[in-house]
Structures are given as structure tokens and as C-alpha cells.
């Protein structure tokens, strides 16, 4: 598998709000972990949007691939530096339901468009399906940083300075996605005391605009 450079994985899986001078595009990329459940050797790599296939859907076209026994169980966990968009949340959801032998965990950097509220739909498809997905904090920094990093040159920064600031500024993060989460629930609340005629929830009790 080639591997990041340091530098590459210090630009795409920035997740400060905004990017400092000298500005430059943060990009989609995906790493992949597929573990099988037997204790083989897991298999790595990492997939970028080429073209007009995001990175998602290489990423099922790429295990698609692989000819998996499905017989067996495997573990597959994928490190975004962008969360998918709604297109690519629906054909994960489908993928994952189509092949049981898969168990998918995603783990996004930052929140792409979250504001929108189609892509918040397509970030509650996926919490609501069998492929959670999460916001990278240091754990998930760490395993990116160690299995997907080439070493050998020295960065041009403190690896542990720069895996603590990921994590620092990804707490904010996921307090926005458990607000996302949080509005579903609220969502689920309201129509329940609706189908039991007990009357609209009033809009003040409401923390759907909390953001």
C-alpha cells in the first residue's frame, strides 16, 4: 500500500474550522482497514474522489473487488477526512445490507455541509443503519497517523502536538453531530405524541434550531 505523507495527512485531515493562510482546498480522502474475523493480516489502503466517483463509492467498487469469502466475517473500518455526502450515505447503507458479512465503521474528520439539511438526512441514514458513523477523535487520529503514515522522512511538525490539536478541536465536532442525532430523537418524540392524539408538541420545546 503507499502510504500518506506526513504532510498530506496534516493538510486533508485538518478539521479546524477554517483553514489558514496559505489557503488551500481540503479534499476528500478515505483510509480503509478490512480486518477478517479469523485474525489474517488486516488489509489497507486509501481512496480519493476521482473524477465524478467519490471516494465512497471507489471504496465499494474496491471491496466489491476483493472477491471476500462471504462465509467469513470481517471488520471494516474507514477514516474520512469529509463525511459522506447523502448520495454516497444511501449506497453505503445499501452496500453494508447487501453484503452481512461486513461490519462498517466510519470515522469523519470534519462534517461536510452539515447545515444543509440533506446531508443531515444522510448522516441520520447512516447513525440509523447497520454503518454508524462517528467523528474522529485521538484514538482514531492515532491509528490513522500510525498505519497510514509514511515515517520515514521526519515531519515538519510535533506528531503528538498536532494528534492532540485533532482532538481538541474535534470535540466541537461531535457535539454538532450528537445535536444531528439529538434531532431525530426529537423528531421520533414529536410524531409519537402525535399518533397517540395527544396534540402537536409546541415549538418551544423543540431543540431542532439548537444549533
Excluded at 28 to 48: D, I, V, W
Aim: glycine share 4%; net charge positive.
Amino acid at each position: 500500500m503507499a502510504l500518506l505523507t506526513a504532510k498530506t495527512f496534516s493538510l486533508q485531515f485538518n478539521n479546524k474550522r477554517r483553514v489558514n493562510k496559505p489557503y488551500y482546498p481540503r479534499k476528500a480522502l478515505l483510509c480503509y482497514q478490512l480486518t477478517p474475523q479469523n485474525g489474517s493480516t488486516p488489509t489497507r489502503g486509501h481512496l480519493k474522489n476521482k473524477k465524478e466517483d467519490h471516494a465512497e463509492i471507489r471504496f465499494i467498487n474496491k471491496i466489491k473487488s476483493m472477491g471476500l469469502d462471504e462465509t467469513q466475517c470481517y471488520q471494516v473500518t474507514c477514516y474520512l477526512t469529509w463525511s459522506p455526502c447523502p448520495s454516497c450515505a444511501g449506497e453505503l447503507v445499501d452496500f453494508i445490507k447487501a453484503h452481512r458479512h461486513l461490519n462498517l465503521r466510519i470515522f469523519a474528520s470534519r462534517l461536510y455541509y452539515h447545515w444543509r439539511p440533506n446531508y443531515q438526512e444522510g448522516l441520520l441514514l447512516l447513525c440509523g443503519s447497520q454503518v454508524p458513523v462517528e467523528v474522529m477523535g485521538l484514538p482514531e487520529f492515532t491509528d490513522c497517523w500510525e498505519n497510514f503514515v509514511d515515517h520515514k522522512e521526519p515531519p515538519s511538525f510535533n506528531p503528538s502536538e498536532k494528534l492532540e490539536e485533532l482532538d481538541k478541536n474535534s470535540q466541537a465536532i461531535k457535539r454538532r453531530l450528537e445535536r444531528i442525532k439529538q434531532s431525530r430523537s426529537v423528531d421520533v418524540l414529536e410524531n409519537g405524541l402525535r399518533s397517540l392524539q395527544l396534540g402537536p408538541v409546541t415549538p418551544s420545546s423543540s431543540i431542532r434550531n439548537s444549533r
